[in-house]
């Protein structure tokens, strides 16, 4: 059972930086493909980023060029730097699952948080003006 835990969240000012984790267990490694998500009050489930097994980056619009996602394959963990942080970025961040298919490795975009297996618990990021 692949289980996924995420830390790093927290109060910031706008213009600042935080860094997110997303430790797994339970899975083969470079099987997997992952992804960031975010949800914040009232709002619908957004796609931030996600980066497959050939390691190749994808971000939602609104966080390029602020946003990076990376992997340390050795610690099984994902992460999510998060740059130039904006008030609107505030919401519950979660990282994501699924075993890569070969539309994970041809897709230039976000995938769906329909297609993700598993998921973490969230961690909360809040940005002030």
């Known amino acids: 059972q692949v289980q996924l835990v995420e830390s790093g969240g927290g109060s910031v000012q706008a213009g600042g930086s935080l860094r997110l984790s997303c430790t797994a267990s339970?899975?083969?490694?470079?099987?997997?493909?992952m992804a960031w998500f975010r949800q914040a009050p009232g709002k619908e489930r957004e796609g931030v980023a996600r980066i497959n097994t050939r390691g190749n980056t994808y971000y939602a619009d609104s966080v390029k060029g602020r946003f990076t996602i990376s992997q340390d394959n050795a610690k099984d963990t994902l992460y999510l730097q998060m740059n130039s942080l904006k008030p609107e970025d505030t919401a519950m961040y979660s990282c994501?699952?699924?075993?890569?298919?070969?539309?994970?490795?041809?897709?230039?975009?976000?995938?769906?948080?329909?297609?993700?297996?598993?998921w973490g618990q969230g961690t909360q990021v809040t940005v002030s003006s």
């Open positions: 339970g899975y083969t490694r470079n099987n997997y493909c």
């Open positions: 994501a699952a699924k075993v890569c298919s070969s539309v994970d490795l041809v897709f230039t975009g976000l995938r769906a948080a329909s297609v993700y297996n598993y």
